[in-house]
């Protein structure tokens, strides 16, 4: 049974046991409601909740503990030389993985039975999965076979039991859920005690998940700086990378390259950004605002990557003909800083936009009657009425811009090269931290060496630097808004 089959089933058996308790309590009332406490759909609910809720729980905990359990059971039949570090042992269990998928093919395909896998030996599995012709699984070592096998019987077996326990689960609370259905039940404060849990429970959703990410990214930094020297790191100023030692992982470049592209990309998107929205909340007309503003968002559903082609494609040689070498002579390559800042700066614009005209709009009406009654103009309303009210919540907007354009990647790969360089020329190429997370990522690599966990001590320094920025952003938004309040 599939994943969504599998909630299906409990949904329907969590709808079963909705209707049953609603009409049981009915029944028990002779269908006079005013005897019941709670209304019936609330008895309903209560039965509902009961049935679906531990059991998805159950069923979700399980899916991602599962694969966990299973790797840890397959890796331990991987011994020896070859499995020593944790890099080979996750290297040998993506192989495990492969030879899994390909030992299910073959019984999908009918050409291996999986009553016989088990008696199969090693040999003989060996020569089926070569008849399967993936060169990837010639001569496969005969330890992997044997994780592969135990990787496949302890993935059935932790199946079948999660199918089992989610179902017997659904139905108990299904049971206890009508059992309990009585006019004299307090079905609605149960249900809404339950709905309440359930939305900390969401709410608590976002919090974990940044706590799990952080923590991530600090062992694993920890571990980097147990191999790598933390000075050189920070102080260094050459990002030369060797997988075959001898690295030299300084960040000085990629945060320089980083802060360079996103401050031209600001230069770009804030004023842009920030006189549409003046014009279309204080200037346009209603019809033209209707049309203009939801066109502009339109730029925030188009996907990086093609952002990132525009500026390889368009941007980049517009801007060699006139300063490259056609022109001007100062720009060696279509990849450069200008060429990643200008098309980032166009992707920021709806963000800086959108969400200032929606601070702009919320400025109380009685500001500006009160300034037009003093006799100011509609643009010194706008000057020293409505923009400093409305200053908070603009640099809200260019923060989520500025953080926007420190994270990006697709864009700074296709337009700002690969250089690792410190320059104030605009026309060079450079990179920044997250395009390098990604290429030291990339590949079967080592995670057990420098050259890979410098990854990790790349993202956490770009959460410190971000996290810096929002404090920075807090403690302006304070101020100012004690300021006009």
């Given at each position: 049974?599939?994943?969504?089959?599998?909630?299906?089933?409990v949904?329907?058996?969590?709808?079963g046991?909705?209707?049953?308790?609603?009409?049981k309590?009915?029944?028990?009332?002779?269908?006079?409601?005013?005897?019941?406490?709670s209304?019936?759909?609330?008895?309903?609910?209560?039965?509902?909740?009961?049935?679906?809720?531990?059991?998805?729980?159950?069923?979700?905990?399980?899916?991602?503990?599962?694969?966990?359990?299973?790797?840890?059971?397959?890796?331990?039949?991987?011994?020896g030389?070859?499995?020593?570090?944790s890099?080979?042992?996750?290297?040998?269990?993506?192989?495990?993985?492969?030879?899994?998928?390909?030992?299910?093919?073959?019984?999908?395909?009918?050409?291996?039975?999986?009553?016989d896998?088990?008696?199969?030996?090693?040999?003989?599995?060996?020569?089926?999965?070569?008849?399967?012709?993936?060169p990837?699984?010639?001569?496969?070592?005969?330890?992997?076979?044997?994780?592969?096998?135990?990787?496949?019987?302890?993935?059935?077996a932790g199946?079948?039991?999660?199918?089992?326990?989610?179902?017997?689960?659904?139905?108990?609370?299904?049971?206890?859920?009508?059992s309990?259905?009585?006019?004299?039940?307090?079905?609605?404060?149960?249900t809404?005690?339950?709905?309440?849990?359930?939305?900390?429970?969401?709410?608590?959703?976002?919090?974990?998940?940044?706590?799990?990410?952080?923590?991530?990214?600090?062992?694993?930094?920890?571990?980097?700086?147990?191999?790598?020297?933390?000075?050189?790191?920070?102080?260094?100023?050459?990002?030369?990378?060797?997988f075959?030692?001898?690295?030299?992982?300084?960040?000085?470049?990629?945060?320089?390259?980083?802060?360079?592209?996103?401050?031209?990309?600001?230069?770009?998107?804030?004023?842009?950004?920030?006189?549409?929205?003046?014009?279309?909340?204080?200037?346009?007309h209603?019809?033209?605002?209707?049309?203009?503003?939801?066109?502009?968002?339109?730029l925030?559903?188009?996907?990086?990557?093609?952002?990132?082609?525009?500026?390889?494609?368009?941007?980049?040689?517009?801007?060699?003909?006139?300063?490259?070498?056609?022109?001007?002579?100062?720009?060696?390559?279509?990849?450069?800083?200008?060429?990643?800042?200008?098309?980032?700066?166009?992707?920021l614009i709806?963000?800086?936009?959108?969400?200032?005209?929606?601070?702009?709009?919320?400025v109380?009406?009685?500001?500006?009657?009160?300034?037009?009654?003093?006799?100011?103009t509609?643009?010194?309303?706008?000057?020293?009425v409505i923009?400093?009210?409305?200053?908070p919540?603009?640099?809200?907007?260019?923060?989520?811009?500025?953080?926007?354009?420190?994270?990006?990647?697709m864009?700074?790969?296709?337009?700002?090269?690969?250089?690792?360089?410190?320059?104030?020329?605009?026309?060079?190429?450079?990179t920044?931290v997250?395009?390098?997370?990604?290429?030291?990522?990339?590949?079967?690599?080592?995670?057990?060496?420098?050259?890979?966990?410098?990854?990790?001590?790349?993202?956490?320094?770009?959460?410190?630097?971000?996290?810096?920025?929002?404090?920075?952003?807090?403690?302006?938004?304070?101020?100012?808004?004690?300021?006009?309040?």
């Amino acid at each position: 049974m599939s994943f969504g089959t599998l909630i299906l089933a409990v949904i329907v058996i969590a709808a079963g046991a909705f209707f049953l308790s609603r009409r049981k309590v009915l029944g028990l009332a002779d269908g006079d409601r005013r005897r019941l406490h709670s209304l019936p759909h609330y008895h309903g609910m209560h039965a509902l909740l009961l049935a679906a809720v531990p059991a998805l729980l159950l069923l979700f905990a399980w899916s991602v503990l599962q694969p966990v359990v299973v790797d840890r059971t397959a890796v331990s039949h991987l011994s020896g030389e070859n499995y020593d570090t944790s890099g080979e042992r996750s290297l040998a269990m993506s192989e495990v993985r492969r030879v899994a998928d390909a030992i299910d093919g073959l019984i999908k395909g009918g050409k291996l039975n999986s009553d016989d896998l088990d008696g199969l030996s090693i040999d003989d599995l060996g020569r089926r999965l070569e008849e399967t012709g993936i060169p990837v699984l010639a001569d496969v070592p005969p330890q992997i076979l044997d994780s592969a096998r135990t990787y496949r019987s302890a993935s059935a077996a932790g199946d079948l039991i999660k199918i089992g326990l989610v179902l017997l689960l659904a139905l108990a609370g299904a049971a206890y859920g009508y059992s309990v259905a009585h006019p004299d039940l307090r079905a609605r404060n149960r249900t809404e005690m339950g709905v309440r849990a359930l939305l900390v429970a969401a709410a608590c959703v976002a919090i974990l998940t940044t706590f799990g990410i952080v923590l991530s990214l600090l062992f694993n930094t920890i571990e980097f700086f147990r191999i790598y020297p933390a000075h050189e790191f920070f102080l260094n100023l050459t990002w030369s990378p060797s997988f075959g030692g001898g690295s030299d992982l300084g960040i000085i470049p990629l945060l320089w390259g980083t802060l360079y592209i996103s401050f031209i990309a600001l230069l770009v998107a804030v004023p842009l950004g920030l006189f549409s929205a003046i014009y279309l909340a204080e200037y346009a007309h209603p019809k033209f605002r209707s049309v203009a503003k939801p066109l502009l968002e339109v730029l925030t559903g188009i996907p990086t990557i093609v952002y990132g082609l525009f500026a390889l494609l368009i941007v980049g040689p517009a801007l060699s003909s006139v300063y490259g070498r056609g022109g001007l002579g100062w720009m060696p390559s279509d990849t450069a800083v200008i060429t990643a800042g200008l098309v980032m700066g166009i992707m920021l614009i709806p963000f800086v936009s959108s969400l200032s005209d929606d601070v702009i709009n919320a400025v109380p009406q009685s500001m500006r009657d009160g300034s037009y009654g003093l006799g100011a103009t509609k643009s010194e309303t706008v000057r020293k009425v409505i923009v400093p009210a409305a200053l908070p919540g603009i640099v809200g907007a260019i923060l989520l811009a500025a953080s926007r354009a420190i994270g990006e990647t697709m864009i700074v790969v296709l337009g700002a090269g690969a250089a690792a360089r410190m320059s104030l020329n605009p026309f060079e190429a450079m990179t920044t931290v997250t395009a390098k997370i990604v290429s030291q990522l990339t590949g079967d690599a080592d995670f057990a060496s420098p050259e890979a966990l410098v990854a990790f001590a790349l993202g956490m320094t770009l959460f410190v630097v971000t996290l810096g920025l929002n404090i920075v952003a807090l403690a302006i938004v304070r101020r100012y808004r004690e300021q006009y309040e």
